[in-house]
């Protein structure tokens, strides 16, 4: 007679849980909730999921952050690489070439304290100062032959504001909840509903049951390998 398969809940990952509570949910949803008999444990286990959902997103804002610290260096890095491209057409044999080198000089001081500037100050002085590259500087910008580095920085800077604008979504709606205690109601209740199933199972033995732990069964075979790769992966790190 088949049985549910064991699965240990507590080893995954934060996001590879979810996923796996994910495929039980939409599961338990396509066989009905009701004819499983399992709808008051099943109404609960949704609602920590739906917290836990919320939790995982405050997980996700630390990631962007870190992300967001990362693209602004990047950003920092094309400014100063910008500003040290006009170094040999300073010296340039050109006078056409010197005189745009020293009106970007000029301009680009204007902008020399960047990093000690708030991320909305950077991101508003960066974007002002691409106005100016693109627009009133252009043809110093041409004559130089910076081109590249203006569209450098611009590349960087799109690249930041896309992501401060991910990090001021992902902040909207905080909660105090704690994934680990989320985790352990949720496995809780996964853990009472599906030994209902099995004794039901038992029971009654009918294909109904049959193919719903058949098809939960397949899942968790499916996490179970994904765990062991992970751990492999982990100990390879340890090693190198």
Not at 69 to 97: I, K, M, W, Y
Request: include cysteine; charge should be neutral; hydrophobic fraction near 40%.
């Amino acid at each position: 007679m088949v049985k549910i398969d064991d699965i240990k809940l507590n080893r995954l990952r934060n996001e590879i849980h979810f996923q796996f509570c994910t495929d039980f949910k939409n599961l338990v949803v396509k066989f009905n909730p009701m004819l499983l008999r399992i709808d008051s444990q099943f109404n609960l286990f949704s609602l920590y999921y739906e917290q836990a959902s919320q939790c995982l997103k405050l997980i996700l804002q630390h990631e962007t952050a870190e992300r967001l610290n990362s693209a602004d260096q990047r950003r920092e890095l094309a400014f100063r690489r910008l500003c040290d491209s006009l170094g040999t057409s300073l010296d340039h044999f050109q006078p056409s070439v010197v005189e745009s080198a020293n009106k970007l000089k000029l301009l680009l001081k204007w902008y020399n304290d960047l990093p000690k500037k708030s991320f909305d100050e950077e991101t508003a002085a960066i974007g002002n100062l691409l106005d100016e590259l693109r627009g009133k500087f252009a043809l110093e910008v041409s004559t130089t032959g910076i081109e590249a580095w203006v569209d450098e920085l611009d590349f960087h800077h799109r690249r930041f504001t896309h992501l401060m604008e991910e990090c001021r979504k992902s902040s909207a709606g905080k909660t105090g909840l704690r994934i680990k205690n989320l985790r352990g109601e949720m496995d809780r209740l996964y853990l009472t509903m599906t030994e209902r199933i099995n004794a039901l199972m038992l029971v009654e033995n009918n294909s109904f049951y049959e193919q719903f732990i058949c098809d939960l069964n397949s899942h968790i075979g499916r996490y179970e390998s994904k765990q062991i790769e992970l751990s492999r992966n982990e100990e390879l790190r340890k090693v190198v």
